[in-house]
């Protein structure tokens, strides 16, 4: 029957045009839609790296011109508004000083246009609900939607049944904190985590001891790892989970999620992990780090925001209670209907992040090395926080700490960062970020941390030789 239908294409002339020729009808039959996307919109480019510059074909030739032009145009943060635009954010004070950049890539990323390409057909004419049974519109927005949930599979080792779509991690992890402790509730009372998980685990976590479970909020060590020992001394005959997230989202530090996932299997504890920062940026499987519930985040790899999946392992098997009642789908476990659109653009997502993984990193690497570098270069002390090799941390995340300066008037000056404590400053770097914005912002920072100190007494202070550590202060 299904077969039938689709033989038939009973589909509106719309569904059949791609991103480009919806964006830039002058352009529609030409090249391929992120190409035209750009030239038509200004959206950001793909960066040169992309496998598609390296084909010779005319197609890819001028693909790689328009992005170039874009490139040398305008960075990344302009582009998408007219001069006007950028001109009247430039007045608000919003971001910008003198050239626009966006270093908050755990914040958020900005959507790859492939992504955007995916997604289009399904904000138009594929608008079917996936969960109809009974049309073609329902058909292929579930085909699509199953698509999506393969390639999300796919990117962590996992099989496409233990994915489940949410609205992002937020959701999934108190899925996976709320959902495993009630649905054990009657045997195990007791979960683990760390000091420093994201908010909506912590959150979760004290909702539950709201509720007469136990939890045990572990210390990390200096530079964010969690202590395997302390680890392991902290589970119990009645602990249901241990959650400890795979990157953190402050300073990029990448947890030994697969000694964690030993200890928990030979413990017999379901391990959780927040891997909201971490899909899609470094090579993760749920069988080798013997994960039974991941949290994925959408906007955090290039994908829309809205959407995000759990990963919930079939054998040995983790249950959940759901935490909402209602039409039962995604196997009872989440009700609602699935945004097709967003799930497609989720699936394209993690399609694009496996191939261009190799890439992103060497291409983060060196944005990294060229910021990191460069400030240590021309400013003394900066220290860095979190592990000292990116073995143990994510590159596209540089936490850096400014002695003698306010941290506050540092990021107001900047505005480029996100400011975690004061003196801390977070550069998030991504597959769009240009050289040019990490030169900006070795540029930028030097200039203000040096005006910073200029205005601050301990830095004379420092600057005359005094050890400061040796000064009894005050308390008036
Ligand atoms: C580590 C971590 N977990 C969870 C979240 C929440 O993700 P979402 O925005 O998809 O709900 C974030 C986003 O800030 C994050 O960085």
């Known amino acids: 029957m299904r077969s039938l239908w689709q033989a038939l294409k009973l589909l509106p002339a719309v569904q059949q045009q791609s991103a480009s020729s919806l964006l830039a009808p ?104 996936p969960h109809s049974r009974t049309h073609y519109y329902g058909w292929e927005s579930e085909e699509a939607m199953e698509t999506a949930r393969g390639e999300v599979a796919k990117l962590i080792g996992a099989d496409a049944k233990e994915i489940i779509f949410t609205s992002g991690a937020t959701e999934s992890n108190n899925l996976a904190i709320k959902g495993v402790a009630q649905f054990y509730r009657e045997k195990k009372k007791h979960i683990i985590t760390t000091q420093t998980e994201h908010k909506c685990v912590l959150d979760s976590c004290r909702w539950l001891q709201q509720r007469g479970f136990d939890v045990t909020y572990l210390p990390v060590q200096k530079d964010g790892l969690v202590d395997l020992d302390l680890l392991k001394s902290a589970i119990r005959p009645d602990t249901a989970l241990v959650s400890v997230m795979t990157v953190n989202n402050e300073i990029g530090v990448i947890q030994p999620i697969k000694e964690i996932g030993d200890i928990c299997r030979s413990r017999n504890v379901f391990f959780h992990t927040d891997a909201a920062q971490a899909v899609g940026k470094i090579p993760l499987n749920v069988h080798d780090a013997k994960v039974d519930l991941m949290s994925i985040s959408g906007h955090k790899l290039y994908g829309p925001k809205g959407i995000g999946a759990i990963y919930l392992r079939r054998r040995p098997r983790v249950r959940v209670e759901p935490l909402m009642s209602g039409g039962g789908q995604e196997r009872g476990i989440r009700s609602g209907t699935v945004p097709a659109m967003l799930a497609v653009g989720l699936g394209e997502a993690a399609r694009v992040s496996q191939k261009e993984m190799a890439a992103d990193t060497a ?26 090799n990116l073995q143990q941390r994510y590159p596209g995340n540089l936490n850096l700490s400014f002695a003698y300066v306010e941290g506050e008037s540092l990021i107001m000056g900047l505005k480029c960062s996100h400011m975690v404590v004061l003196t801390l400053c977070r550069y998030g770097m991504g597959r769009f970020t240009t050289v040019e914005e990490v030169d900006r912002a070795i540029e930028l920072t030097v200039n203000h941390v040096n005006k910073l100190r200029q205005m601050s007494p301990l830095w004379e202070m420092v600057q005359e030789g005094i050890d400061i550590k040796t000064i009894q202060w005050s308390q008036h």
């Open 363 to 388: 291409h983060i690497i060196q944005l990294e090395k060229r910021l990191r570098e460069g400030l240590m270069g021309q400013l003394t002390g900066v220290e860095l926080n979190g592990p000292n």
């Open 26 to 129: 002058a352009a529609s039959g030409t090249p391929a839609a992120a190409a035209v996307l750009q030239q038509a919109r200004g959206i950001f480019t793909a960066p040169p790296h992309d496998a598609s510059s390296s084909s010779s074909s005319p197609q890819a030739i001028q693909q790689q011109q328009l992005r170039e032009q874009s490139t040398a145009a305008q960075p990344l943060f302009a582009r998408g508004r007219t001069d006007a635009e950028n001109q009247a954010i430039v007045k608000k004070g919003i971001k910008l000083l003198g050239t626009p950049m966006y270093l908050d890539m755990q914040a958020t990323t900005p959507l790859d246009p492939r992504v955007v390409d995916a997604m289009l057909p399904f904000m138009t004419g594929q608008f079917g609900n």
